[in-house]
């Protein structure tokens, strides 16, 4: 199994800053790609930030300028620096890896984490 675990959520003030972490474990053989998603109240879920493997970095127009996405493959773990927030960022933060897994060998699965609350206030 393959679990993702996000943490660094949080309340904060409008221009203020938050660092999140996604670490993925379990039988992972290897991971394709590994990015951020996000649900505000009554909206869809939508990307914020994807690191591939093998392509270019993508960000979502509200974020760009502001966010950055790193990426410890090492860890297996990826990263979501928040700059400049404000309070239409508010939204439920998901973890997200496109994974290959170890046991059962090659098999290629979208794993998603729990969710880490950040709400930006006025």
């Known amino acids: 199994q393959v679990q993702l675990v996000e943490s660094g959520g949080g309340l904060v003030q409008a221009g203020g800053s938050l660092r999140l972490s996604c670490a993925a474990s379990?039988?992972?053989?290897?991971?394709?790609?590994m990015g951020w998603y996000r649900q505000a109240p009554g909206k869809q879920r939508e990307l914020v930030a994807v690191?591939?493997?093998?392509?270019?970095?993508d960000y979502a127009d509200s974020v760009k300028g502001r966010f950055t996405i790193s990426r410890d493959n090492a860890k297996n773990t990826v990263y979501l620096q928040m700059n400049s927030l404000k309070p239409e960022d508010t939204a439920v933060y998901y973890c997200?890896?496109?994974?290959?897994?170890?046991?059962?060998?090659?098999?290629?699965?979208?794993?998603w984490g729990q969710g880490t609350q950040v709400t930006v206030s006025s």
């Open positions: 690191w591939p493997s093998g392509g270019s970095i």
């Open positions: 997200n890896a496109d994974v290959v897994t170890l046991r059962p060998l090659g098999r290629r699965y979208v794993y």
């Open positions: 379990g039988s992972i053989f290897s991971i394709n790609a």
